[in-house]
């Protein structure tokens, strides 16, 4: 009885909303839709770990309300990422673009796959030991026997 | 040495080579001339973003970035607040710039104005011009981050330097005066 009354108010819980105060929201729900998934993508750049949806700071709260100005305003996610990236840089994007300096990024674990399976394959591929000499032979014989 | 005891002196070899890259990393950290939570600017090479502001006591006017663009020589702008702790650390550096002849001109962050101007009263105001940023949307151009921020501004208006937490003597000595020597 207990465990069905914690998962229902488990359930009944719901999401966190990421922002906490109601009033920075926009009144068109799929405008703040929009909003809280650009500002998840969007670094805190004072905690620079965080989103500016997560993120406590008063400089996320100050980009969070720009974000739903130019979403508002009519602006493109990509117009109000290039918006954000011009003044911050790539570092405020917590998904990364793919260009020449980020591709290293982007392909590690592709690369690290392939060092991977190369130095697998090199394993394998080695010359099995060769087999015992006479002499080792003995020496085994004689430690096996020593063992029993 | 045959090829099996180089390698076993490999890992030796890559954490000597660590460890010389870490003091290297925390000897400039201590010097303050580092921080690792640094951001490259976006903004070094072009243009500064133009904005007006309004004055800030005991400055009658503010400025704008026509005249930071007019003023005939390169411009250091210092985003600091009367809240912010480091602000208070880089004064006695920032006195010295300014008495050294280095145009330093202030913009208050989020800054109540009556709490700028105590705290100019306070320590002493190095700065030419002064105004005040009350909303930060001159500073989200800018890209600062935190306070205090500096960035120097070269007499075509040009972005050529930004630094991301107090000036300390080693950085004026080590970055700041080359690269006034170099735009005057």
Same mark, same amino acid.
């Given at each position: 009885?207990?465990?069905?009354? !914690?998962?229902l108010?488990?359930?009944?819980?719901?999401?966190?909303?990421?922002?906490?105060?109601?009033?920075?929201?926009?009144?068109?729900?799929?405008?703040?839709?929009?909003?809280?998934?650009?500002?998840?993508?969007?670094?805190? !750049?004072?905690?620079?770990?965080?989103?500016?949806?997560?993120?406590?700071?008063?400089?996320?709260?100050?980009?969070?309300?720009?974000?739903?100005?130019?979403?508002?305003?009519?602006?493109?996610?990509?117009?109000?990422?290039?918006?954000?990236?011009?003044?911050?840089?790539?570092?405020?994007?917590?998904?990364?673009?793919?260009d020449?300096?980020?591709?290293? $990024?982007?392909?590690?674990?592709?690369?690290?796959?392939?060092?991977?399976?190369? !130095?697998? $394959?090199?394993?394998?591929?080695?010359?099995?030991?060769?087999?015992?000499?006479?002499?080792e032979?003995?020496?085994?014989?004689? !430690?096996?026997?020593?063992?029993? | 040495?045959?090829?099996?005891?180089?390698?076993?002196?490999?890992?030796?070899?890559?954490?000597? @080579?660590?460890?010389?890259?870490?003091?290297?990393?925390?000897?400039?950290?201590?010097?303050g001339?580092?921080?690792?939570?640094?951001?490259?600017?976006?903004?070094?090479?072009?243009?500064?973003?133009?904005? #007006?502001? *309004?004055?800030q006591?005991?400055?009658?006017?503010?400025?704008?970035?026509?005249? #930071?663009? @007019?003023?005939?020589?390169p411009?250091?702008?210092?985003?600091? @607040?009367?809240?912010? #702790? *480091?602000?208070?650390?880089?004064?006695?550096?920032?006195?010295?710039?300014? =008495?050294?002849g280095?145009?330093?001109?202030?913009?208050?962050?989020?800054?109540?104005?009556?709490?700028?101007?105590?705290?100019?009263?306070?320590?002493?105001?190095?700065?030419?011009?002064?105004?005040?940023?009350r909303?930060?949307? =001159?500073?989200?151009?800018?890209?600062?981050?935190?306070?205090?921020?500096?960035?120097?501004?070269?007499?075509?208006?040009?972005?050529?330097?930004?630094?991301?937490?107090?000036?300390?003597?080693?950085? =004026?000595?080590?970055?700041?005066?080359?690269?006034?020597?170099?735009?005057?």
């Amino acid at each position: 009885m207990s465990r069905l009354l !914690l998962v229902l108010l488990l359930l009944a819980a719901g999401p966190a909303l990421a922002i906490s105060d109601p009033r920075e929201a926009l009144p068109d729900p799929a405008q703040e839709q929009r909003a809280e998934a650009l500002g998840s993508q969007l670094r805190c !750049l004072v905690c620079q770990n965080e989103s500016i949806e997560d993120s406590g700071a008063d400089l996320a709260r100050d980009l969070r309300g720009i974000v739903r100005q130019r979403i508002a305003a009519g602006d493109s996610d990509a117009q109000v990422i290039a918006w954000m990236t011009s003044r911050y840089g790539e570092f405020v994007r917590l998904r990364p673009h793919f260009d020449a300096s980020t591709a290293l $990024l982007w392909a590690s674990p592709v690369l690290a796959l392939l060092l991977a399976g190369a !130095l697998v $394959l090199r394993r394998r591929g080695a010359a099995p030991p060769p087999p015992l000499s006479a002499h080792e032979q003995q020496e085994l014989d004689r !430690l096996m026997r020593e063992d029993v | 040495m045959n090829r099996r005891n180089l390698l076993l002196l490999a890992p030796l070899a890559v954490a000597g @080579a660590a460890g010389v890259g870490f003091y290297a990393a925390l000897e400039r950290m201590r010097r303050g001339t580092f921080d690792p939570h640094s951001l490259p600017s976006p903004l070094i090479g072009k243009p500064m973003p133009s904005f #007006v502001l *309004p004055g800030q006591a005991p400055a009658q006017f503010g400025f704008s970035s026509d005249e #930071v663009w @007019a003023a005939g020589s390169p411009v250091l702008i210092n985003f600091f @607040a009367s809240w912010c #702790v *480091p602000c208070a650390l880089e004064h006695d550096e920032l006195m010295q710039l300014a =008495t050294s002849g280095v145009a330093l001109w202030g913009i208050a962050y989020k800054d109540k104005p009556e709490a700028a101007a105590g705290f100019l009263q306070e320590h002493g105001n190095p700065f030419a011009r002064l105004a005040a940023d009350r909303t930060g949307r =001159t500073a989200i151009d800018f890209g600062v981050y935190g306070v205090p921020e500096s960035y120097l501004i070269d007499r075509t208006g040009i972005v050529r330097w930004r630094w991301a937490g107090p000036i300390t003597p080693a950085i =004026t000595a080590d970055t700041l005066r080359p690269l006034l020597q170099q735009f005057a």
